[in-house]
């Protein structure tokens, strides 16, 4: 477990873990707090406080309880939550849109961490060399963008050694605040909640607005459920009681103890807290944790795609394996490209860390709100606790979400609209295609034909019979594939043994062996076979259909050839979205991976045949 804790380290910390960078600095200096003694005690109460009851309380020991079958994050937590209302159309419906709005909203979290980490280790060099002020954003570019270049190699090597570089960092950061609470030391005073209590009493809406930079210390928190399934509960949750958590803890309180002494260090007060000789030193360190936080929230993205993907709100996209050892390790070309866009636009447009910090509150507080709502649904349908339990959890924790939500919703125009922008649109996209896809379903359900009569009606008139195996891959078991109808009325045959293909996607992360397929003999060797993946797993067919030989049905590849039915969509004023919205469907759809790649069938062994849908 010693060796997992260390590894969480690496992965699940990074972001929370490099948060003292910015945090104090952006509640005192963007809120226009003044930093005296009593609003030094009340911003540090906040931040122990916010610590205790959102990450220990309700992450670490209330939502990671929340796990789908061993595995974390919004995706599988949606999962989780839809299969306790699955009687209840407009539960799940209610229960998807919140977990697409989370899922949205990471994404902006996506590109706003590797833009205010880094850009605040760099920083740094304003302490340093005020002269070198202007190379701070350069200099910012060209980490992230080599960052980004890596991806592709993956990360698996370097990925070894992650874990003792946080262990370095928070040891780090730990000993800095140390040294400032030796000389003074009365700022442990903000242990008490009662300082919290009277900062808000004392400043009022000023106190409310200053929320915004309180949360910016729980940035991360969302990291330590999304990454459950590569370390476990256990590990992570040794590791955040035994070794970060106290280390963030005084490093917060030391950077108050600084304000104590030096009201002006507001301006950097982390840096500020450094000795002169370590000073450059630091910012390396500070630079190395920022890109390993802003490497666990690009893999995370990465992973998170290939969940909405396979639970189908998002098209099909390249995914490429950078290690034959783990499965976790991909690569999204797209998506890298994608976030590497987006990520240099905020840099540039921003400019620093503290303008960023603006906008990153709402892209944290947004999905910590979706995610403790469905965490809830889950506490009551499938652990069914008690109704009085699940509203006092809820009271407590949407009250305290929702504070922080608020708090940055008062920035929108300082920087807020920037994840809210991104975030609807990824809203939309995930949506239009969830949307668009039930209703090609729809229409080829409706025009297609019964399979079994089918089968019945052609034996009565048999077509010539061709050697081999036919596999058609079809949506829907019960109807008979356009792939078949075409090939039947083009070639005028049929081959000696058709097998009718679903892929189906369970809405757990992982398959069972007992329930990975499922073969029914329909007769005259028509058979129809439905393979199961769970949303974490790789739809690898012809990986599959060897197993197929225990259950009476084995293939030999070099006789097989698979039919696909390729769809091309058209936009039309039919009732189902507007017009807009085909038109966005159609898009997606024509720039969609192909189902070869995607299934991982042999090129060689496939025919796509095209057949249009008017939705």
């Known amino acids: 477990m010693k060796a997992l804790a260390l590894g969480a380290l690496g992965v699940v910390y990074g972001d929370i873990g490099t948060s003292p960078l910015y945090s104090v600095q952006t509640t005192f200096g963007t809120h226009g707090i003044a930093p005296d003694p009593a609003n030094i005690l009340g911003v540090l109460s906040l931040i122990f406080w916010s610590l205790v009851m959102v990450v220990s309380l309700k992450y670490v020991v209330f939502i990671m309880g929340a796990d789908n079958r061993g595995e974390g994050g919004i995706m599988a937590l949606l999962a989780l939550a839809q299969r306790g209302v699955k009687e209840n159309p407009r539960a799940r419906w209610v229960i998807m849109v919140l977990g697409i709005f989370g899922a949205a909203l990471f994404y902006g979290d996506g590109v706003i961490t590797p833009a205010i980490s880094v850009l605040s280790a760099v920083e740094g060099l304003e302490v340093a060399a005020p002269a070198l002020v202007h190379y701070v954003v350069p200099i910012t570019l060209a980490v992230l963008i080599l960052l980004f270049i890596l991806q592709r190699s993956g990360t698996a090597k370097v990925g070894a050694v992650f874990g003792p570089i946080m262990c370095v960092w928070f040891v780090s950061i730990a000993l800095l605040g140390v040294h400032a609470l030796i000389q003074q030391p009365t700022v442990f005073k903000a242990l008490y909640p009662g300082y919290a209590v009277q900062f808000f009493i004392n400043n009022g809406w000023h106190a409310f607005a200053a929320l915004g930079g309180v949360v910016l210390t729980l940035t991360g928190a969302e990291a330590l459920y999304a990454d459950m399934g590569h370390f476990g509960k256990n590990p992570i949750r040794l590791a955040w009681f035994g070794f970060v958590s106290p280390a963030l803890v005084l490093n917060y309180f030391g950077q108050g103890a600084l304000l104590m002494s030096d009201p002006s260090a507001v301006s950097n007060p982390f840096y500020k807290m450094v000795p002169e000789p370590l000073l450059y030193p630091m910012i390396g360190l500070a630079t190395v944790a920022t890109v390993i936080a802003s490497q666990a929230v690009i893999t995370g993205a990465f992973s998170m795609t290939r969940e909405a993907i396979q639970l189908g709100f998002s098209p099909r996209m390249e995914i490429v394996h950078t290690s034959q050892r783990q499965m976790g ?66 009271v407590i924790f949407l009250i305290i979400d929702l504070s922080f939500f608020g708090a940055n919703l008062i920035k929108v125009e300082h920087g807020g609209w920037f994840p809210l922008i991104l975030g609807a649109g990824i809203f939309t996209l ?35 019979r061709v050697p081999g195996t036919a596999v058609f891959l079809t949506a829907s078991a019960h109807s008979v594939p356009n792939a078949l109808l075409h090939n039947l009325k083009h070639n005028k045959v049929l081959h000696e043994r058709n097998v009718l293909l679903k892929v189906a996607v369970l809405d757990v992360p992982f398959a069972d062996k007992s329930e990975r397929l499922e073969i029914n003999a329909l007769g005259h060797e028509f058979y129809r076979l439905t393979i199961r993946f769970g949303f974490s797993e790789d739809p690898n067919i012809t990986a599959v259909l060897p197993r197929c030989e225990n259950m009476d049905l084995p293939f030999d590849m070099m006789d097989t050839t698979f039919f696909v039915s390729r769809e091309t969509v058209v936009a039309s004023n039919r009732p189902g979205m507007p017009l807009w919205r085909d038109k966005l469907f159609a898009f997606m759809t024509r720039n969609a991976s192909s189902a070869t790649a995607f299934f991982q069938i042999p090129a060689n062994r496939l025919i796509e045949l095209g057949t249009q849908v008017e939705i």
């Open 329 to 394: 390790q991909i690569y999204m070309p797209w998506i890298n490209r994608t976030l590497l866009l987006l990520i240099i636009a905020a840099v540039i447009g921003f400019g620093s860390s503290e303008h960023l910090a603006a906008a990153y509150g709402i892209a944290v507080t947004g999905t910590m709100v979706a995610t403790t709502l469905l965490a809830l649904v889950v506490a009551r349908r499938q652990w069914h606790w008690n109704k009085l339990v699940v509203l006092a959890a809820g």
């Open 430 to 464: 995930m949506t239009t295609w969830r949307r668009g896809r039930d209703l090609v379903l729809r229409e080829l359900k409706q025009s297609g034909l019964a399979l079994e009569p089918f089968i019945t009606s052609i034996m009565a008139h048999p077509p010539t």
